[in-house]
C-alpha cells in the first residue's frame, strides 16, 4: 500500500470502516465502558433480552458491582511496585538523565495501565512522542486504533491509523437523522425515508461529516501526517514524512496474547459479559426481594361490590370476581405471600462468583459475597502468596519486559532526532548515546519478611534446642555482623540487669540480720550436751 496515493488511503478508510472492524471496536468498547464502571446500560439490555420492557421499568437495576474492574487490578501486578531500570553504555549523567525522561514519561502508571488494558482486552499498543518539551506516552484502547496490517504477515502491522476526531460536535448538529454509535451498539434509524430531498441531504451531511469532522493521524516508518474521511492529507505544512524516517522505526509498542493469524487479538471477553450477567442476576435476585417483601392482595366479591380503587402496596390488587359461586354475595379480604427460597438463590449466585473467580486463577479473598478476606498468617505466607503471583503470570512478565525494550529503542531514536531541536527541552537532550546501550529491568519480587513476633519465636526455638546462645540471640534481634558489638550491647544489657538482681552487703557485727539468736543459741546448748 503506497500512502502517498489517495486512492490507497480510500481503499484504507473503507477498511476501517468495515463492518468486521466495527464489530471488533464495539467489543473493545464495552469492555472498556464496563471497565471504567459503566454498567447500567449493558445490564439493562441484557434483561431486556430475558423479560418485556415494563417488567424490566419495574425491577431494582442492580449495576455497581464491578467484578471486572476487581479481577484486572488483582491480576495486574507487574508495575503496581517500583521497577528497577539500568541502562548499559551510559555515564552516569546520562543516566540520570535517562531516568529523569522516563520519570517525567509517566512510564510506570502508563504501563500499568498498559498492564490492566492487556488483561481485559487481551492486548495494548501504546506510543511515544514529543510534546511540550518532552517524550510523553500515550495508550490506545483497541476501538481508538486501527493497523495497516503487513500482508505478508498479518500479525505484523506496516503502519497505524489513529482515529483523533470527536463525534460529539456532529452529532449535535441533528442527531435525529444520523446513525450513530451507542453505548450498547451500532443504533440506525427506526424508519428512513427514500425521497430524493432526504437522500441528498444525507449525502451532503455524509460529505460533511467525512470532510471537516473526520480526522484520522497515520503513521509508518516513511510516512506521518493527518487526513480527513475522504483520504485527503490536511497537514497545514504540507510535510508528510516520518520524523523517525532516518531511523526506519515507528513510535508505537504492543503487548499481546497469542494471535490467530490476524493482527488483532480476538479478546475472550469473559471478563465483561460475566460482570453484566453476574450483575442481572443480582438484579433478578433484588427483584425478588422487592416482590417477596408485600403479599399479594387478593379480593373475591361480587363484580358490582368491587371499589373503583383497586391498586394496593407495590403493586396492583388482584380480583377474583365470584360470580355465579355459591358465595356470591360474601366479600372476602386476604395477603397471599409466595414462598421464596431466598437462601437458595443467595447460594446459587455466590457459587456462581466463585466458579469464576476460581476460573480465573484467583484466590476466593479476590471477590467474595461474605466480605471475608483471606489475609496472611505470617511472612513467610506473605512471601510464597506473592511467588504464586509471579508463576501464574510469568509469561506477562515476560511480554513487558520485551515491551520495555522496544520502548527504550524509540526512546533513544527520538534522542537522536531531537538533538539540538527546540521540540525538547535540554534537560531531556542526551548526546552520542551507543548505538549498543540496553536497558535491563528488575520487575519487582516479594521479599520474605518476617514479623517482629515471627523473629523472636524463631530465636527462642534455637536458643532451646541449644544451637544459639545470647550473643547469637543478640546478633539476630538486632542484625548485627560484628561479635565484638554484640558483645559489648550484651554486658550492657547484663550491667542494667544487676539492679534489678539485687548486690549482697554484708552487715556489721552490731546489725541484727533478721535471724532468730534465741533458738540459734537453744541449738548449740544442745549440741554441747
Given at each position: ?12 478508510l ?13 467489543v ?6 464496563v471497565?471504567s464502571?459503566?454498567i447500567?446500560?449493558?445490564?439493562k ?33 507487574i ?9 548499559t553504555?551510559l ?14 514519561m ?15 482486552q487481551d ?40 482515529s ?5 460536535n456532529?452529532e449535535?448538529?441533528?442527531s ?5 454509535d ?7 434509524r427506526s424508519s ?13 451531511e ?16 516513511e ?6 474521511g ?21 513510535p ?10 490476524e ?25 425478588v ?28 390488587l ?9 358465595e ?21 449466585i ?7 473467580i ?5 484466590s476466593?479473598?479476590?471477590?467474595n ?24 503470570h ?48 528488575e ?35 538486632r ?7 554484640a ?9 542494667m ?27 548449740e546448748?544442745e549440741?554441747?550436751?
Open positions: 500500500m503506497d500512502l502517498s496515493n489517495q486512492m490507497d488511503r480510500v481503499r484504507l473503507s477498511n476501517i470502516r468495515s463492518e468486521n472492524n466495527k464489530a471488533r471496536k464495539q473493545s468498547f464495552k469492555s472498556f465502558e471497565q464502571g459503566r447500567h446500560p449493558f445490564v439490555d441484557d434483561l431486556l433480552g430475558q423479560y418485556n420492557r415494563n417488567s424490566v421499568k419495574e425491577m431494582p437495576l442492580v449495576s455497581s458491582i464491578n467484578v471486572q474492574k476487581r479481577v484486572v487490578d488483582a491480576k495486574s501486578t508495575y503496581k511496585q517500583k521497577v528497577t531500570r539500568t541502562f553504555e555515564s552516569d549523567e546520562q543516566h540520570d538523565q535517562m531516568r529523569l525522561i522516563y520519570r517525567d509517566c512510564a510506570d502508571a502508563k504501563l500499568n495501565q498498559a498492564n490492566k488494558g492487556y488483561n481485559y492486548q495494548t499498543i501504546g506510543m511515544i512522542v514529543p510534546k511540550n518539551g518532552k517524550l510523553i506516552m500515550r495508550v490506545f484502547k483497541m476501538h481508538q486504533i486501527d493497523a495497516i496490517v503487513d500482508p505478508e504477515d498479518p500479525e505484523s502491522s506496516l503502519g497505524f491509523i489513529i483523533t476526531f470527536d463525534r460529539t456532529y449535535e448538529i441533528d435525529n437523522k444520523r446513525d450513530h451507542t453505548a450498547t451498539g451500532y443504533s440506525g428512513q425515508s427514500t425521497a430524493t430531498q432526504d437522500q441528498d441531504l444525507d449525502i451532503a455524509k460529505y460533511q461529516y467525512q470532510k471537516y469532522v473526520e480526522r484520522y493521524l497515520v503513521w509508518s516508518p510516512y506521518n501526517f493527518f487526513m480527513n475522504l483520504g485527503e492529507i490536511i497537514d497545514e505544512d504540507g510535510e508528510v514524512s516520518s520524523p523517525l524516517a532516518s531511523e526506519g522505526i515507528m508505537f509498542f504492543e503487548v499481546s496474547k497469542e494471535k490467530d493469524f493482527y488483532f487479538v480476538r479478546p475472550s471477553n469473559n471478563l465483561t459479559d460475566f460482570t453484566i450477567q453476574f450483575n442481572s442476576q443480582l438484579s433478578d435476585q433484588a427483584n426481594i422487592k416482590m417477596s417483601a408485600y403479599s399479594v392482595a387478593v379480593l373475591k366479591a361480587p363484580s358490582e361490590l368491587q371499589p373503583e380503587i383497586q391498586e394496593i402496596g407495590a403493586n396492583v388482584l380480583k377474583l370476581p365470584t360470580d355465579g359461586e355459591k356470591n354475595g360474601t366479600v372476602d379480604f386476604d395477603f397471599k405471600a409466595p414462598a421464596t427460597n431466598m437462601s437458595g438463590i443467595a447460594e446459587a455466590n457459587d456462581l462468583l466463585n466458579y469464576f476460581t476460573s480465573e486463577g484467583l476466593g479473598d479476590t471477590l459475597s461474605s466480605g471475608d478476606s483471606d489475609k496472611p498468617t505470617s511472612g513467610i505466607d506473605r512471601f510464597i502468596r506473592g511467588i504464586q503471583k509471579i508463576e501464574a510469568r509469561d506477562d512478565y515476560e511480554k513487558f519486559r520485551k515491551a520495555e525494550e522496544d520502548i527504550y529503542r524509540i526512546v533513544k531514536a527520538w534522542l537522536r532526532v531531537l538533538q539540538g531541536s527546540d521540540k525538547l527541552d535540554r534537560k531531556y537532550q542526551i548526546s552520542a548515546i551507543s548505538d549498543n546501550s540496553e536497558i535491563r529491568v520487575f519487582h519480587k516479594p521479599e520474605l519478611i518476617q514479623t517482629e513476633s515471627e523473629k523472636l519465636t524463631n530465636i527462642q526455638t534455637k536458643m532451646d534446642m541449644g544451637i544459639a546462645s545470647r550473643l547469637d540471640a543478640i546478633m539476630l534481634d542484625e548485627i555482623d560484628d561479635k565484638d558489638e558483645k559489648k550491647l550484651l554486658k550492657e544489657i547484663d550491667e540487669e544487676m539492679p534489678q538482681l539485687g548486690t549482697f552487703t554484708p552487715p556489721s557485727e552490731n546489725e541484727d540480720m533478721g535471724l532468730d539468736t534465741d533458738n540459734m543459741k537453744d541449738d546448748d549440741d554441747e550436751e
